[in-house]
């Protein structure tokens, strides 16, 4: 019997949440502030994206041919691994607080850099591209959301200082 791999579970359990965030986007109601964009655009594209994302791992990993269990798996290999998701659930945690008192564009640009930093290889790692690539996209997204969606973003203390 072919045994399924971690990532067919993850897939299912993302296709879920994703079905349920879909159901409860539609439950938005209208706004009258801006008819741009219906309010629940956003939440319905992420959560389609999750949905789509999530049926293309479930996908691959039953096309995937079966892996033994590796019992010589390297405890240390596991343990960093842990290590890796509980830093960037804590760097996930760290950019909310951070919105709400140094505003988005830092918010999201610590969150990047230390996220991007996690997640790169070590022989890969490149502080300034690491910080150009964080920068890029926060200024990307920021300009994104206020000039095509019209949407203001939480200008924190520096929004406060600046003007």
């Known amino acids: 019997m072919k045994r399924k791999s971690n ?6 359990v993302c296709l879920l949440v994703a079905a349920a965030y879909l159901l409860a986007s539609l439950q938005i ?10 309010p629940n655009t956003l939440p319905l594209l992420f959560g389609g994206l999750l949905a789509l994302l999530s049926l293309i791992l479930i996908i691959r990993s039953a096309r995937a041919p079966a892996r033994q269990k590796d019992e010589q798996e390297d405890a240390g290999v596991r343990r960093r ?7 960037c659930i804590a760097d996930f945690f760290l950019c909310w607080l951070l919105m ?49 969606f019209h949407l203001i973003l939480p200008r924190g ?5 600046l003007g």
């Open 157 to 161: 203390v520096l929004g406060t200082l």
């Open 7 to 12: 990532d067919f579970y993850c897939g299912l």
């Open 29 to 38: 109601g209208q706004s009258k502030v801006s008819n741009t964009f219906p």
């Open 100 to 148: 709400q008192t140094a505003g988005f564009v830092v918010a999201i640009f610590v969150f990047l850099e230390v996220l991007l930093f996690l997640l790169t290889p070590k022989e890969r790692r490149s502080w300034w591209k690491l910080t150009l690539l964080s920068l890029i996209v926060t200024l990307g997204v920021y300009l994104l959301f206020l000039h095509a």
């Open 81 to 87: 691994r842990a290590i890796s998701v509980a830093l």
